[in-house]
Nanobody, 124 residues
């Protein structure tokens, strides 16, 4: 029903930047929540940032000052701008959506739709 596709991942050196994009298609809605997650090998998936239906933007504490979340006016696209990247940022980054519920207090397992992920590798 809803398809999410991430792009923009790649390999960068520590201190570098990447801009990830998530494009939604299908039966999308302006309600609900969209978010970015990441998952490193052997680790649990964790939330990075989210955009709520009322345009509330939230960045997880560990990423504040380095990452920002926004929408792109050119289309139905969610953007994650990542600056001053660190080796520990290396992970698969996923876009997720829930058309019906807000982002506040939302758990990873409750999102309805996921993209395939885009790999981010930070190494010297």
């Amino acid at each position: 029903q809803v398809r999410l596709m991430e792009s923009g991942g790649g390999s960068v050196q520590p201190g570098g930047s990447l801009r990830l994009s998530c494009t939604a298609s299908g039966h999308t809605t302006t309600s609900g929540c969209m978010a970015w997650f990441r998952q490193a090998p052997g680790q649990e998936r964790e939330v990075v940032a989210s955009l709520d239906y009322d345009d509330t933007k939230t960045i997880a504490d560990s990423f504040k000052g380095r990452f920002t979340i926004s929408t792109d006016n050119t289309g139905n696209t969610l953007v994650l701008q990542m600056n001053r990247l660190k080796p520990e940022d290396t992970a698969m980054y996923y876009c997720a959506a829930d058309p019906n519920f807000s982002c506040e207090g939302k758990l990873v397992q409750t999102y309805d739709y996921w993209g395939q992920g885009t790999q981010v590798t930070v190494s010297s």
